[in-house]
């Protein structure tokens, strides 16, 4: 028996014993493909984010600009009147020119507030950097002291990070699971930027996965797959 089967055991062993054998079964299998899809994921992670770290910086600031630039141009973003949008950290496309930009062209601007009990994301209204404080992670997110919350009825376009995209529109995050709790209950318009090495061929989903309803790269706007 595999470690991961032993584990999986362990956890059916916790089960009520009156359970019926056709339960603990199917608890056994069920157990055993989160356990397997998560292993995929956490490979596919590691895959990605070692590409994106061999990237010279003069490289990757040049498919930032050109992924900006499309997404400039798409329609999402020219109706929009709010952003919502993360401040970028290390290998992810920088988002402050994104910022500056809807600044520039009177949108308002929406950032994300990490609640790691909860695993929750709040977003609140950035009229200026000056309005950021450094949180867990090290990550750059709004002070509730410095502004105020957005409902996330108010955002027209949600700009949605990851690690690992398909062409079906499915992602692959750093693991938390935040957007994906977020985007289930919001009917905004999504996007996610990345640079064509953040592609795979397909990203082991599972039920409470969201999709984001384009995805661009530094070649353009990436074709849909149909294929559930």
């Known amino acids: ?7 999986l055991k362990m956890m059916a062993d916790l089960l009520p014993h009156f359970e ?22 956490k490979q596919y992670r590691e895959h990605i984010l070692d590409a994106l770290k061999k990237l010279d910086a003069q490289t990757f600031e040049n498919k930032c ?66 309005q950021l ?10 002070n509730p002291d410095k502004t105020c919350p957005l409902e ?23 693991g938390g699971g935040y957007y994906d709790r977020f985007l289930s209950g919001n009917h905004g318009k999504t996007v996610s930027l990345l640079l064509n090495c953040q592609m795979i061929e397909r990203v082991p989903e599972e039920s409470f996965d969201q999709r984001v309803t384009k995805l661009i790269t530094e070649r353009g706007v990436v074709p849909f797959s149909i294929d559930e």
């Open 152 to 174: 996330s009825s108010e955002l027209d376009l949600i700009i949605v990070p990851g690690v690992a995209f398909d062409p079906r529109g499915y992602r692959i995050g750093y």
């Open 1 to 7: 028996m595999t470690r991961g089967r032993e584990r």
């Open 65 to 130: 600009t050109r992924i900006r630039k499309f997404l400039f141009s798409e329609e999402e973003w020219l109706t929009a009147k709010t952003v919502a949008v993360t401040l970028s950290v290390g290998r992810e496309i920088e988002t402050r020119p994104i910022i500056k930009r809807a600044w520039a062209q009177g949108k308002q601007v929406a950032v994300p507030k990490c609640n790691p009990k909860t695993k929750q994301l709040t977003f609140y209204r950035l009229d200026s950097f000056d």
């Open 133 to 142: 404080e450094k949180s867990f992670y090290g990550l750059m997110e709004p």
């Open 20 to 41: 019926p054998p056709q339960v603990i079964c199917g608890f056994l299998s069920i157990m055993e493909d989160r356990f397997l899809m998560n292993i995929a994921k």
